[in-house]
């Protein structure tokens, strides 16, 4: 009378896992035949994997998402290689760990309630300051959630032109940046490329211009709140910029936002265009500045 | 120059490229962004590749495999070498896919254990508890016998649990104590996953169904 391995064993033993069965296995003709259909699920799990979209580059994607990008890749510092160190600024305290997206998704709902909070009660102020408007005020004041004013730039708004979260006119000109309008519903970078790409290196290409006859803009640091104060002629009072700047490294200027969805989450698109680098474009969760997505553009 | 020194990459992508893992993580962090790129790119295809076959679509598998990438790089200072760094790419991707098929909610479709009773409703998720691992088979496994499944569409059929393990071990040709590793679980549990998810991908790939689960005497 002979033993045979139970399927998880013949199973393990098809992994390398249980080499007691091995003589068994070498004599019984069925255990061999269970085997060879073992072996066959394990091809086919492993075989051809689908080519990724053209023209995507995620791994360059990821390390612009955090300014580290890779195609303008420099010598590591002097203190390279210390454990522990975190390179590039990338770690900050408000980061979820990974696997834990409700604690932060939690969090970041408390975060955009308290920030909705905020923009009601400026918004209020300034409707009673300002004595309310029509709606065909070319100077409308833009409010994010920190309660800071993003004012378009009276030589060059356009009427009508509102923010993003007030379905404004794509092309406008804000700040120096493109007004891309409202993306809609961006299900990955592919989209995203194609929807903000002709408008981001119009903008790209007014930075370079406008950097010829003046100093390039740094970016804008220190402020209340961590919130610089905003800046002539440079979109640095928003929060979402203020992040990426902190999370990541030289952005450049921003030449160009948009608003769009990801996934239904309300998001703002915002691109940056650092000199003689390529366009990056991150887009993050309205109002607490999430990262959702990102991309690169030659 | 220092040991560290002597060991960093000099910023010259070919020879970056043929450094081994260890090396290029500590390079990477501190601060070496050819490193750093040089990392990613060796384990991006095995990664998306991971993705795809959790989730079954290749946006869902892009976006996933981003989302993955962002998370080493954010992760990347906090890594502390004790396994290695394909190991640890791997769990953070495996719980990247896992959030995400969580948050989309998919749906699989009924299924039947492999006793054959019932699993749950049309539309219900199924999701092995504690002392209940039994894997997901489709609901009229006959037909699906005879017309067999694409593999993505066949893991499908499986519970996140069990699929994962699978793959793992497939795909990524992990050890059953890596796996155990990157899935927080005892090395019993990825066993048995394992074994329960190729019986129920068996018929549905075209193979012959598995024997009685148990040791038997012929």
């Known amino acids: 009378m002979r033993i045979h391995p139970s399927f998880e064993d013949l ?6 896992e249980a080499p007691e069965w091995t003589a068994h296995v070498a004599s019984c003709a069925t255990c061999r035949a269970q085997l060879a259909d073992l072996a066959a699920l394990s091809a086919t799990v492993a075989g051809p994997i689908p080519a990724a979209t053209a023209g995507l580059d995620p791994v360059a994607d990821a390390l612009a998402a955090y300014g580290a990008d890779a195609s303008r890749s420099r010598e590591a510092p002097t203190d390279g290689g210390r454990k522990g160190h975190a390179p590039w600024g990338l770690v900050h305290s408000g980061e979820a760990p990974v696997g834990n997206p409700d604690r932060s998704r939690w969090t970041g709902w408390m975060t955009g309630a308290s920030a909705a909070a905020v923009v009601l009660l400026v918004a209020g102020v300034l409707a009673l300051v300002v004595g309310g ?3 065909d005020d070319t100077t409308t004041a833009l409010t994010d959630q920190s309660g800071q004013e993003w004012v378009p730039r009276s030589d060059s708004a356009a009427p009508g032109v509102a923010g993003p979260t007030e379905g404004g006119r794509a092309g406008a000109d804000i700040n120096g940046a493109v007004f891309g309008g409202d993306l809609g519903e961006i299900p990955d970078t592919t989209t995203l490329v194609a929807r903000a790409g002709p408008d981001l290196r119009a903008g790209r290409d007014r930075a370079a211009a406008g950097a010829q006859t003046t100093t390039a803009p740094r970016a804008p640091t220190g402020g209340v709140g961590g919130i610089a104060p905003p800046t002539p002629g440079v979109v640095g009072s928003r929060p979402c910029e203020m992040q990426a700047r902190d999370q990541g490294g030289d952005l450049g200027p921003v030449v160009y936002y948009a608003s769009a969805t990801r996934q239904g989450v309300p998001a703002a698109v915002l691109g940056f265009a650092p000199v003689g680098g390529p366009i990056t474009v991150q887009v993050r969760a309205q109002p607490d500045c999430r990262f959702l997505l990102a991309a690169s553009l030659p | 120059m220092t040991a560290d020194a002597g060991r960093r990459p000099q910023g010259r992508p070919s020879a970056v490229a043929s450094l081994p893992d260890h090396e290029l993580v500590i390079a990477a962090q501190g601060g070496d962004r050819v490193a750093l790129d040089a990392l990613l790119r060796r384990h991006h295809p095995r990664l998306r590749a991971l993705c795809l076959r959790l989730t079954g679509d290749p946006t869902d598998a892009d976006d996933a495999c981003q989302d993955a990438l962002v998370s080493l790089v954010r992760g990347l200072a906090r890594f502390d070498g004790r396994s290695t760094f394909a190991t640890w790419a791997y769990r953070v991707t495996t719980n990247t896919c896992l959030d995400e098929l969580r948050r989309r909610r998919r749906r699989p479709a009924p299924g039947l254990s492999e006793d054959g009773s019932a699993m749950g409703t049309p539309g219900e998720i199924f999701a092995p508890g504690a002392g209940d691992d039994a894997a997901l088979m489709a609901p009229d496994t006959g037909e699906t016998v005879a017309n067999r499944l694409d593999v993505g569409d066949a893991l499908g059929r499986l519970a996140p649990d069990f699929r994962v393990a699978v793959v793992l071990r497939d795909l990524c040709e992990l050890s059953y104590v890596e796996i155990a590793e990157v899935l927080d679980v005892p090395v019993g549990t ?28 012929s």
Request: proline share 8%; glycine share 18%.
């Open chain 1, 133 to 135: 408007g029509d709606g």
């Open chain 2, 190 to 217: 990825v066993r048995s996953r394992i074994a329960r998810g190729r019986a129920a991908l068996l018929p549905l790939l075209g193979g012959n169904p598995p024997r009685a689960g148990k040791r038997r005497r």
């Open chain 1, 11 to 16: 199973s393990a033993h098809h992994d390398g």
